[in-house]
T-cell receptor, first 115, second 114 residues
Framework: DTEVTQTPKHLVMGMTNKKSLKCEQH?????MYWYKQKAKKPPELMFV???????INESVPSRFSPECPNSSLLNLHLHALQPEDSALYLC??????????????FGNGTRLTVT | DAKTTQPNSMESNEEEPVHLPCNHS???????IHWYRQLPSQGPEYVIH???SNVNNRMASLAIAEDRKSSTLILHRATLRDAAVYYC???????????????FGKGTKLSVIP
């Protein structure tokens, strides 16, 4: 079991739908991350939040909209996605984003399929 | 960006030691070396990290070359549950935000033979 909980585990959505992915941690971590992982590829960073503020957006299209309502929660709002956005979306947290020796704790991801 | 190079795949017999190599010739002086593994259908899992000295924990050992341009993750007795993709990663600074991230390379797929 992981200490980072992601819901839902699986999601199928059409290209006109709006959906949200949720991530929760109760370890007191102040940095949270979204990664995207295509099949048989390594995870790629999308967003970093540090102390509930967006610190990094790795040139992610605007159809992906992150939100950090508080220090324990991280959302990823999805709208007008394309089939090529189908992937495993991973959430992670760490004690603080500038802590270079702080390991990341990952959730098990949401498997997203866009039809 | 500092990059890592790992073999695409390795095999090991069960209950034997496994040495997973990683080259990181462009590492800078303050970059930590992190290792994560990803089991099928799971998120990545932290294994170990170090800066200059060799490190041990309950999961593995990390041997770091004196010039820090390479490192080796050592699993002392491989089990079937150790079959996973192992990522050797350098902490990378994130622009001007004063924050850091872990950029994943392609990793090594470890197969464990019963």
């Amino acid at each position: 079991d992981t200490e980072v909980t992601q819901t839902p585990k699986h999601l199928v959505m059409g290209m006109t739908n709006k959906k949200s992915l949720k991530c929760e941690q109760h370890m007191g971590h102040r940095a949270m991350y979204w990664y995207k992982q295509k099949a048989k590829k390594p995870p790629e960073l999308m967003f970093v939040y540090s102390y509930e503020k967006l610190s990094i957006n790795e040139s992610v299209p605007s159809r992906f909209s992150p939100e950090c309502p508080n220090s324990s929660l991280l959302n990823l709002h999805l709208h007008a996605l394309q089939p090529e956005d189908s992937a495993l979306y991973l959430c992670a947290s760490s004690q603080e984003s500038s802590g270079y020796n702080s390991p990341l704790h990952f959730g098990n991801g949401t498997r997203l399929t866009v039809t | 960006d500092a990059k890592t190079t790992q073999p695409n795949s390795m095999e090991s017999n069960e209950e034997e030691p496994v040495h997973l190599p990683c080259n990181h010739s462009t590492i800078s002086g303050t970059d930590y070396i992190h290792w994560y593994r990803q089991l099928p259908s799971q998120g990545p899992e932290y294994v170990i990290h170090g800066l200059t000295s060799n490190v041990n924990n309950r999961m593995a050992s990390l041997a770091i070359a004196e010039d820090r341009k390479s490192s080796t993750l050592i699993l002392h007795r491989a089990t079937l549950r150790d079959a996973a993709v192992y990522y050797c990663i350098l902490r990378v600074p994130l622009g001007g935000a004063g924050s850091y991230q872990l950029t994943f390379g392609k990793g090594t797929k470890l197969s464990v033979i019963p």
